[in-house]
């Protein structure tokens, strides 16, 4: 059989309500050209994230409703822990209500203002907690990240000659820890094979510097190496996954990831001293150790979710509908970043619309066109959300200009991909008179949220 079906039937639906181009331009007119500033139920096809907006289980429901909401020492918590356990096998773990208060919890600790963290590319929230906290955010991807056509199959890597360098220029003094994105969700989506992990590992370890996974896209990842990496093929994905965090010495995870939950998250590490100075402020802003801001019932289906999310059938199906959306818009000319990621679709509005400088934001000009003509939306990473130096208050141009289209995890159809293809298409006919923008008003930290805009 060819065709690769959703491995799952639905039970439950959720209405679309479809709108009309004139009603769109009203609509977005009034959010200030801000997707984030839309109502959801305005957009057709919501790709802005793949964050929290899984479609969760029969049996992650049924695990909801065993959550045990005691304080302290909740079944839940247990059942969780052992999860995590399990699969990322780190000794220390600690629950927080979403992968930005581990980072924040982290961050807080270990890094000051002479901290340089090094990444193969950091996440906004990530960049914006460790800018928070006094340090500088270094990324440092791979040459081959730089191609956008070729099809190198790890172009999440870490740059393995500039990370030697820098430890060897900063040391251990500078750089309280290292830190690899999995799969890279800034820089395309593209995962990280073993080999480079492997490497990063015995670099921090020769160095006495920490390593830390940024774990959201674990199963993902995995799954890449299981059919790109040489030597991997009849590897259970599981073991993958086990792999990798054995390398490492801690991670922060984002649950509305590769977990399918809607909220929730978790901080790693094996050093226990370091997990002590964690748990006071885990106290003091997230909750219990036990719970760490969330309810029992959100561990449950955490504990559910990291399972499902490691079904092979699953992680096939998902990467091969990602590479579906991709494969069209290559053939049909549409820059996109290549290879495939799993998560989501990039298209690069550097090459989208070469007539709008990287200052004049072409990422923010092409989600805005996107959801004008078909009501989908996406989400600029460029020069928007890299965001000023907030030292200095000057705009850096961002290294890509990309528009992400997140896929949910089991919410789409194919026909819904169908429909997104025509879209992306028919503003793609029209790209030579798509005008660039400017920025009205905008916060200091992670400004792309909140930015208001308007056409230039
Ligand atoms: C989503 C995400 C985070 C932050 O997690 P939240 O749960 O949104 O706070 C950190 N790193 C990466 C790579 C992510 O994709």
Redesign the pocket.
């Given at each position: 059989m060819k065709t690769i079906i959703e491995p799952f039937k639905i039970k439950m639906v959720e209405p679309i309500q479809l709108t009309t181009m004139e009603q769109r331009d009203t609509l977005i007119r009034n959010a200030h050209y801000n997707p984030f500033l839309l109502s959801a139920e305005d957009v057709i096809i919501d790709l802005l994230?793949d964050?929290?907006t899984s479609a969760m289980s029969a049996n992650a429901w049924g695990a909801m409703m065993r959550g045990d909401e005691s304080y302290a020492g909740a079944r839940s918590w247990y059942r969780f822990r052992d999860t995590v356990k399990d699969i990322f096998g780190f000794e220390q773990i600690m629950p927080t209500h979403?992968?930005?208060?581990a980072?924040r919890i982290l961050f807080s600790v270990m890094v000051n203002p002479d901290s340089i963290v090094p990444n193969n590319t950091h996440?906004d929230?990530?960049r914006a907690n460790i800018e928070y906290a006094g340090g500088a955010a270094l990324d440092i991807p791979c040459a081959e990240a730089d191609d956008l056509d070729s099809d190198f199959p790890f172009k999440g890597n870490i740059d393995l000659d500039a990370l030697k360098k820098l430890v060897a220029k900063e040391g251990p003094e500078h750089i309280p820890l290292i830190m690899v994105?999995v799969t890279n969700?800034?820089g395309g989506g593209q995962p990280v094979s073993m080999a480079n992990i492997r490497s990063i590992s015995r670099i921090a370890k020769d160095a006495g510097i920490p390593f830390y996974i940024?774990a959201?896209?674990f199963a993902e990842n995995a799954h890449f190496i299981k059919r790109r990496e040489p030597g991997y093929e009849n590897t259970p994905t599981i073991d993958i996954a086990r792999e990798m965090f054995s390398y490492a010495d801690g991670c922060?995870m984002?649950?509305?990831?590769d977990a399918f939950a809607n909220i929730g998250?978790f901080l790693c590490t094996n050093d226990a001293g370091l997990a002590q100075q964690e748990r006071n402020l885990l106290i003091l802003t997230e909750g219990f150790p036990t719970y760490g801001g969330l309810a029992g019932r959100d561990l449950d289906a955490i504990a559910v979710g990291l399972r499902e999310i490691l079904d092979e059938d699953y992680l096939d199906y998902r990467l091969t509908s990602t590479r579906y959306v991709v494969q069209h818009l290559r053939s049909a000319g549409v820059p996109v970043v290549a290879p495939a990621g799993g998560h989501a679709v990039y298209l690069d509005a550097r090459r989208f619309l070469p007539h709008i400088e990287p200052l004049q934001y072409p990422g923010q000009s092409l989600s805005v066109e996107l959801y004008r003509e078909a009501g989908i939306r996406g989400v600029e990473i460029g020069s928007v959300m890299a965001g000023a130096d907030p030292r200095t208050g000057e705009e850096r141009p961002a290294r890509l200009e990309l528009v992400r289209l997140a896929i949910p995890r089991r919410v789409y159809t194919q026909s819904h991909m169908d429909y997104v293809l025509e879209g992306i298409n028919l503003v793609w006919q029209r790209r030579d008179g798509i005008r660039g923008m400017r920025i009205e008003k905008a916060p200091k930290f992670l400004r792309h949220f909140t930015a208001e805009f308007e056409w230039i």
């Open positions: 994230t964050s929290g979403q992968g930005r208060a980072e996440f929230t990530t994105t969700n800034s940024d959201c896209r922060t984002s649950a509305k990831k998250g």
